[in-house]
């Protein structure tokens, strides 16, 4: 009888102890580059909506890094000290964090970047190609100033590999048009408020000599567009284009005022999220965001085992407006 009854309190107890390790809690840092803008805010409504979020497997920090590369590498100190599970990682900086991320990574806490990159061949990137995303919007602007023009480019935060990438891809688009000239070049660091200042003392500096204004995002480009409208100037007459599918970007798409691009932030912090969790949990892990079925013929899941996840970017045209803006606003 005391055998039988030894043998049930062992049952029970190894019971208990297998329900334990189901519900296993993992502690997840998402380090943001900042969150004044649009497409950040999306990123990281979206990443809190992730099922395995949403019913507590994962109890996830944003750390909001307030675009400097230092308050980053403390931040994921931080979560080092703190013995976070993981941390994502959408760094300002592609290089400034590369130490901080390989002591993370020393610890056995793996890093997924998302948005924009680590210069690590070892960190997994979820994200857009952003040298593509560049090609894109100069191809588009060449097109609608017809080749010839003088252009500006408000650039993203001097250093970070979305404006790094998105760069390359402009300059070697517009190189192949030897009737547009670059006559401005200025970073606005993503933006509406700096953009808006930048464009109009451009304006000013260059009355009726602008053809047309590269904007590597979209609250840079609503920036841009406010100016040009306080200036009495035609969004036909100089024309924008940008990156991000953001609302506000693709109403004033919609209205014919800019060219913009989508990249998805849903994507983007889920997809990035289901990276991680395979990699804590294994090959058992099935991923769980919507975003797979969304993109199945374009990114394949494979186990969460790439070495990168390359989401496809998606002009936004007065026909598809309305179901994107429903996507990314949750409408």
């Not at 395995?52 to 403390?74: E, L, P, R, S």
């Not at 030897?178 to 509406?192: L, Q």
């Not at 109009?200 to 260059?206: K, S």
């Not at 005022?257 to 090959?283: M, N, W």
Request: glycine share 8%; with cysteine.
């Amino acid at each position: 009888m005391k055998l039988r009854k030894l043998l049930v309190c062992m049952l029970a107890a190894s019971t208990l102890m297998a329900g334990a390790v189901e519900a296993k809690t993992y502690k997840i840092g998402a380090a943001v580059y900042g969150l004044k803008g649009q497409f950040m805010q999306a990123w990281v409504k979206s990443i809190k909506e992730h099922p395995a979020v949403k019913d507590g497997t994962v109890q996830i920090t944003v750390f909001d890094g307030n675009y400097d590369a230092n308050t980053q590498n403390n931040q994921i100190e931080t979560m080092i000290t703190q013995h976070y599970d993981a941390i994502i990682f959408v760094p300002i900086d592609t290089k400034a964090s590369v130490g901080a991320v390989r002591h993370a990574m020393a610890e056995d806490i793996p890093v997924v970047a998302s948005n924009t990159k680590v210069a690590s061949d070892k960190v997994v990137y979820v994200g857009n190609d952003d040298v593509e995303g560049g090609r894109l919007q100069a191809a588009a602007l060449a097109k609608q100033i017809g080749g010839k023009g003088n252009v500006v480019i408000i650039q993203g935060p001097i250093g970070q590999s979305a404006q790094i990438d998105r760069e390359k891809g402009e300059l070697e688009v517009l190189a192949k048009n030897p009737g547009i000239k670059i006559i401005e070049k200025k970073t606005a660091n993503w933006d509406r408020a700096q953009a808006l200042s930048l464009t109009e003392d451009w304006l000013n500096a260059h009355p009726k000599q602008i053809a047309g204004i590269v904007s590597q995002n979209d609250d840079m480009a609503l920036g841009a567009l406010q100016a040009l409208k306080s200036h009495g100037v035609s969004p036909k007459d100089v024309p924008i284009t940008s990156i991000d599918g953001m609302p506000d970007a693709i109403k004033a798409a919609q209205a014919g005022e800019i060219t913009t691009f989508l990249q998805d932030a849903q994507a983007q912090s889920q997809g990035a999220l289901d990276v991680t969790l395979a990699k804590l949990i294994g090959d058992s892990y099935k991923p769980r965001s919507v975003i797979w079925q969304r993109y199945g013929n374009q990114v394949k899941w494979a186990d969460g085992k790439a070495a990168s996840y390359i989401l496809p970017w998606v002009p936004v045209t007065p026909q598809n407006a309305d179901a994107l803006y429903k996507q990314v606003t949750g409408g």
